[in-house]
């Protein structure tokens, strides 16, 4: 097997580290902070790089790669220490793409492309530990869709993002949910974190 990176992967290494270096030094970096731990326009920035589509399927204005990619780009912006989610932006893709059914896909995966929609993961809770197993997050079916009640915290740009990813029990078992951040029963309450990026408290009810 070939471990090398391929010339594709370079050229996106070298584009990433590149932005890192000219568009996001450490005074901008600390200007962020001092506003609130996220920047739109910084993550509009890597819209046009092209990196919120890098993991969206093509037939939905992505360029379809895969977690190798995704690396590359997080590997580049890890060395910047770039506060803006944009591993979320990979997880939403990769999960709709392989789980939502063909109306979610059509209305969210062309906007995560495109950089116009931040879905984030809203998984942890304060008696999880971090474990995934567990969750107290419940969902029921209700008309029309899902009602769900729940507290997440630590969501990454949580009062900023558009949508979050949220598992909660469903009869007996974890599932997925997309829920915007503008639906009945959202609140956010949004704060920095220790490294100068953006979270929040996320309450379902």
Known sequence: MDFNFSD???QLRDAVRR????????????????????????YNELAELGLTALTVPEAHGGLGQGAADA???????????VLEPL???????????EC???NMQSAWLPRIASGEALVVLAHQERKARYRLDVCEAK????????????????????DQADAFLVPAQLDGRIALFLVERSAAGVATRGYLTQDG?????LSLT
């Open 8 to 10: 594709d992967q370079q």
């Open 87 to 97: 591993a979320h932006a990979f997880i939403a893709a990769r999960v709709l793409s």
């Open 71 to 81: 690396m590359v780009a997080m590997e580049e912006l890890g060395r910047g220490i």
């Open 19 to 42: 932005w890192v270096d000219k568009g996001y030094g450490f005074e901008r970096r600390r200007a962020i902070v001092a506003a609130g731990g996220f920047d739109r326009a910084a």
């Open 197 to 201: 990026s953006r979270a929040a408290e």
């Open 139 to 158: 969902a029921a079916a209700a008309p029309g869709g899902y009602a769900l009640t729940a507290i997440k915290s630590v969501v990454p740009a949580g």
């Open 100 to 102: 939502a059914d063909d």
